[in-house]
């Protein structure tokens, strides 16, 4: 089936810098990921919707300078947290659809457990 | 937009009996509706999903139903086993090729051995 993977699987940084995290469709062409973040014991809120060649399409109330997306490839897509805040100490997880066969959902990367401190 | 809302947020049940989370959605053009199981420190896994022209779907000791005109879906998992224990997400999406799923609260399980 499809995999998606993700790096780094966890990250601690100082606060103030930036962190890049990149989900990668291991066998299949993703046209369009989703990146979620979420805290624990709580859902999955999406961030932004990455569309390959084109500007990502954020969540209102989801800061596009701070949260910078790349998809420069149809296997490649990239979450950057710039000027990292304790606040924004959390899981951040990848997801993408193959688009091909009946099963619709989405197979999501294994995830980043991001610590600012 | 789309809203879903899931519940319960805890269930907790003896091995060997059966768990139901239930979700309501508020959006009539929804119509793919997956359930996914999340252990802790993991990723969400896709157990089952079951989409608007299908009232139920089973997958061994797993099912769903759907009521659209209620705007419901039902997760039912028989003869439960410790190994079930974590949190399942039902989600909704209007496009289930292209769109964007909106995901209910959770529901965290634990089976009791």
């Known amino acids: 089936g499809a995999v998606v993977s993700q790096h780094p699987s966890w990250v601690i940084c100082k606060s103030g810098t930036s962190v890049k995290i990149e989900c990668r469709s291991l066998?299949?062409?993703?046209?369009?990921m989703f990146w979620y973040r979420q805290f624990p014991k709580q859902s999955l809120m999406l961030m932004a919707t990455?569309?390959?060649?084109?500007?990502?399409?954020?969540e209102q109330g989801v800061e596009k300078d701070k949260f910078l997306i790349n998809h420069a490839s149809l296997t490649l897509s990239t979450l950057t947290v710039t000027s990292a805040h304790p606040e924004d100490s959390s899981f951040y997880i990848c997801?993408?659809?193959?688009?091909?066969?009946?099963?619709?959902?989405?197979?999501f990367g294994s995830g980043t457990r991001l610590t600012v401190v | 937009g789309e809203n879903v809302e899931q519940h319960p947020s805890t269930l907790s049940v003896q091995e060997g009996d059966s768990a139901v989370i239930k979700c309501t959605y508020s959006?009539?053009?929804?119509?793919?509706f997956p359930w996914y199981k999340q252990e802790l420190g993991k990723r969400p896994q896709l157990i089952i999903d079951?989409?608007?022209?299908?009232g139920e779907k089973k997958d061994q000791r797993i099912a769903v139903t759907l009521n659209k005109t209620a705007k419901h879906f039902s997760l039912h998992i028989t003869e439960t086993q410790p190994e079930d224990s974590a949190v399942y997400f039902c989600?909704?999406?209007?496009?289930?090729?292209?769109?964007?799923?909106?995901f209910g609260d959770g529901t965290t399980l634990t089976v009791k051995p």
């Open positions: 997801s993408a659809h193959e688009g091909q066969g009946v099963n619709y959902g989405y197979t």
């Open positions: 066998d299949f062409q993703a046209t369009t």
């Open positions: 990455s569309n390959e060649g084109s500007k990502a399409t954020y």
């Open positions: 959006d009539s053009a929804s119509n793919y």
């Open positions: 079951i989409r608007s022209n299908v």
């Open positions: 989600a909704a999406s209007p496009r289930p090729l292209a769109g964007k799923s909106t």
